[in-house]
């Protein structure tokens, strides 16, 4: 069974894990180097990193405008920083939110816009350098869990701002086991930001390794030859504890969302920072390979292909994307549903709602989306397209 996501690790990762030679600044330099940024701050999440930056930039009891198709840990962490999410749709032809709909949506409470490289697809800088001319008090913060370092017309998104948020999961296009970064090409926030993590985030080197033994737990089981098995121990909810990404009826953050990156995890990190140009390489060929091997039987359901992206995921837009999963997930396939749900319509959010019926581009998307496993090699991608034309050919 091929599973839906399978991070980038070998043995070095696994080895780095274990005997830690890597400190968090060490990862930091390495990870600033990486993204051509001044500073990288290490945090135990991405929205631990958030958090805190808003902290540190003052921001608090302002509206912090995010797309309603994003990540909902990324809403929890504005909730939780004592500032109130906007929510904005998504444009009319793509993925990341409609840059119009979110100047509208700027008032003089407005402290910051979340832009947001969905799906590894370069957010569009022109438009949002127009925005951030004609509204200079409203910080611009990007978020590139999926886009790491994704380039609008060879602009990297990441530098487009004040500040950028990385998550660094196993899901993510690199990891450091957990954790989250933010990077900064300004001095004083960087100051800042130090401070006040190290303010409130505790040094945990203890919880290394366990980190370590759910690498190379997650790593073993992600593996195709035995990953069947794992779903079906995994859809018996044998595994909630640790598959579970988060609570939908809390608005809240992990119990260790503040204990500090472990060396493990640095360690890990410092690897996938130079195994990461080959990462993006081989996924951008495998969405080309996919676009190329798809145009018979999803012609108009695939996703762009577009340079400067870095394809987090390969998404399709299908009008059965249920039955689509379940036929191929009979046939050997684990496909994704990302992301399937609007948080603005999700329960503990309907209090953020404004009054008119709107988020109707993310419904259809929320509605559609299927990605493919966009981490394999030809062979695997060979395996994929071949499963899926099976089940067009029915
Ligand atoms: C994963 C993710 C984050 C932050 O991730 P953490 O799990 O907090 O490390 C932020 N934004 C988006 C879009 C994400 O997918």
């Known amino acids: 069974m091929i599973p839906r996501l399978r991070p980038a690790i070998g043995l070095q990762e696994i080895g780095a894990a274990l005997t830690a030679p890597h400190t968090v600044d060490d990862f930091e330099r390495a990870f600033a180097m990486l993204m051509d940024q001044a500073h990288a701050v290490a945090f135990p999440y991405g929205r631990t990193g958030l958090l805190i930056l808003l902290r540190a930039l003052g921001l608090k009891n302002r509206e912090i405008i995010l797309p309603s198709y994003t990540c909902v840990v990324v809403a929890h962490a504005i909730v939780l920083s004592g500032n109130k999410p906007v929510f904005i749709d998504?444009?009319?032809?793509?993925?990341?939110?409609?840059?119009?709909?979110?100047?509208?949506?700027?008032?003089?409470?407005?402290?910051?816009?979340?832009?947001?490289?969905?799906?590894?697809?370069?957010?569009?800088?022109?438009?949002?350098?127009?925005l951030s001319h004609r509204h200079p008090d409203v910080a611009i913060i990007q978020d590139c869990a999926h886009s790491f370092s994704a380039e609008w017309k060879g602009r990297p998104v990441q530098k487009a701002g004040v500040a950028a948020v990385f998550g660094l999961n196993i899901s993510k296009l690199m990891t450091s086991i957990f954790g989250g970064m933010i990077t900064t090409d300004n001095d004083q926030l960087a100051n800042a930001l130090r401070l006040e993590r190290n303010r409130t985030v505790s040094q945990m080197n203890s919880r290394g390794l366990m980190r370590s033994v759910y690498l190379i737990a997650s790593t073993l089981a992600l593996n195709p030859s035995i990953f069947g098995l794992v779903k079906r121990i995994a859809d018996a909810g044998w595994l909630n504890r640790f598959v579970k990404y988060y609570d939908e009826t809390l608005i809240d953050m992990p119990g260790d969302h503040l204990h500090g990156m472990s060396k493990s995890e640095a360690s890990v990190g410092v690897m996938q920072v130079s195994r990461y140009p080959t990462i993006i390489d081989k996924r951008r060929k495998i969405a080309t390979y996919y676009h190329d091997a798809l145009s018979d039987i999803f012609p108009t359901q695939r996703p762009p292909i577009l340079d400067g992206a870095t394809y987090s995921h390969y998404v399709l837009q299908v009008e059965n994307p249920q039955k689509l999963v379940r036929l191929a997930l009979s046939r050997g396939v684990e496909l994704g549903r990302l992301i399937d749900y609007c948080i603005p319509d999700m329960p503990v959010y309907r209090d953020y709602l404004p009054a008119s019926p709107a988020f109707s581009r993310t419904r259809q998307l929320n509605a559609s989306v299927v990605n493919l496993p966009i981490w394999v090699d030809r062979k695997g991608a060979d395996r994929v397209v071949s499963v899926l034309s099976d089940i067009a050919r029915l």
């Open 90 to 130: 998504s444009e009319a032809n793509g993925f990341n939110m409609d840059l119009d709909l979110a100047e509208a949506a700027i008032t003089p409470r407005t402290g910051a816009i979340l832009a947001t490289s969905i799906h590894g697809y370069p957010v569009d800088l022109d438009r949002l350098a127009q």
